[in-house]
């Protein structure tokens, strides 16, 4: 029997600090490209923390009103150092944004009629566009485990952008539907493994 790869020690808070700050410094693309970005290095990387664990904190995150990355990292901040983890995971995942935020936003103002101000700015978007994408397709892939999740991902999609159906509707309508019929959905969740 083969041992499992040994977890590293526990992350002390100055190795968290560092971490929380790289990401507010780093963070693009929205909820989508900080929340990959918090899996790629929390659990692929450093393992922090389990698959298992982000992604249930991930679910929670979701279903409170607010930005859900934020949520995600304040939570995780939390249950690595208790009370001053979170704060400071909230903390730095905002600052170093908005400092960054503050500058664009005066470059632009004061030099956004430049052309190569107009260029680096219009070069930005597609890559923005890519990794929102791609971090949308990452946590998509490890959470969406059957064909049955990726037709309720599909589902709630079009209901979103197509009949413009609020999201707490959406949540309300698969609790039901995966509550009210859970033995009758067992079956259909084991007949899409099989698929």
Known sequence: ??????????????????YWLKLGFISFGGPAGQISMMHQEL?????????HRFLHALNYCMLLPGPEAQQLAVYIGWM??????????????????????????????????????????????????AIVVFAAWRIGSRALKNNVLWAFAAASFVAI??????????VLAAGIVLTGGTSKME?????????
Not at 187 to 195: H, K, N
Request: hydrophobic residues 50%; charged residues 15%; positive net charge.
């Open 1 to 18: 029997m083969s041992a499992s790869p040994q977890r590293p020690p526990h992350p002390s808070l100055r190795e968290a600090f560092f």
């Open 43 to 51: 659990v692929e990387k450093r393992r922090w923390i389990s698959e």
């Open 80 to 129: 690595l150092h208790r009370s001053w983890g979170g704060i400071m995971a909230g903390t730095l995942f905002v600052l170093p944004s908005l400092l960054i935020l503050i500058t664009l936003t005066y470059v632009y103002l004061a030099y956004g009629d430049v052309t190569l101000v107009k260029g680096v700015f219009n070069g930005i978007k597609p890559a923005v566009v």
């Open 161 to 170: 952008f197509a009949f413009h159906v609020p999201f707490p509707y959406i």
């Open 187 to 195: 079956g259909v969740m084991d007949l899409a493994e099989e698929i």
